[in-house]
């Protein structure tokens, strides 16, 4: 028996289908900040301050502890760094772009 899933947080959840995307949409947004953050090779305290976030949740945030965080608050985070998400749909697709609305302070 193969089982096959799109999303990693399906398993266990397919009868809670949007919860398991909050989950990924979760996930993807801290691995995005986790490497902006090691590619800045930013100490934690730094990471907070450009952030908005503590030490300790730059701690959680790099250490994958996802039920610490709320979409809402990653995406203010990314916004803290000029960076905003810009859906777009066309023709049945959807489609996100990410756009940095001023320069990235580092």
Request: proline fraction near 5%; hydrophobic fraction near 35%.
């Amino acid at each position: 028996m193969t089982l096959k899933y799109n999303n990693i947080f399906s398993v266990g959840l397919e009868d809670k289908p949007e919860e398991a995307l909050e989950l990924q949409t979760r996930s993807d947004l801290m691995l995005v900040l986790k490497n902006i953050i090691a590619e800045k090779r930013w100490p934690q305290k730094t990471a907070g301050e450009k952030l908005g976030l503590t030490q300790p949740q730059v701690s959680d945030l790099v250490n994958g502890r996802i039920e610490k965080f709320r979409s809402d608050r990653l995406l203010k985070c990314l916004g803290q760094l000029g960076f905003v998400l810009r859906p777009k749909y066309e023709k049945q697709t959807l489609r996100v772009d990410v756009v940095q609305q001023t320069k990235m302070p580092c």
